[in-house]
């Protein structure tokens, strides 16, 4: 059983950047491919970003592309998602999630390919 427990989120300005972790523990780290998701309120739940296992493999949704940074540090059993260049379309609630995967190059955006789930933590994005 895998538990994942998030942070970094917050209140920033259009154009700002806010840094979000999420630390795994209860599993081993690396057999896991992670990815980050965000529901905004009275909206669907969205992927975002995805890493493989061993962090040289990562997805983006459009929407995201160009502006935010997946990554993993496996000796820290975290994953981080840099979000740069925000736009109050990215206010939403952001959860990692993770899934049992040791593949180099697929990724899923399927919400319901992820077993494991953190709390969530709220990013709002003024304009």
């Known amino acids: 059983q895998v538990q994942l427990v998030e942070s970094g989120g917050g209140l920033v300005q259009a154009g700002g950047s806010l840094r979000l972790s999420c630390v795994a523990s209860?599993?081993?780290?690396?057999?896991?491919?992670m990815g980050w998701f965000r529901q905004a309120p009275g909206k669907e739940r969205e992927f975002v970003a995805a890493?493989?296992?061993?962090?040289?493999?990562?997805y983006y949704a459009d929407s995201v592309k160009g502006r935010f940074t997946i990554s993993r540090d496996n000796a820290k059993n975290s994953v981080y998602l840099q979000m740069n260049s925000l736009k109050p379309e990215d206010t939403a609630d952001y959860y990692c999630?993770?899934?049992?995967?040791?593949?180099?190059?697929?990724?899923?955006?399927?919400?319901?390919?992820?077993?494991?789930w953190g709390q969530g933590t709220q990013v709002t994005v003024a304009s």
């Open positions: 890493i493989n296992w061993s962090g040289g493999s990562t």
């Open positions: 999630a993770a899934r049992l995967s040791r593949a180099t190059y697929y990724h899923t955006t399927d919400a319901s390919d992820y077993a494991y």
């Open positions: 209860g599993g081993i780290f690396s057999r896991y491919a």
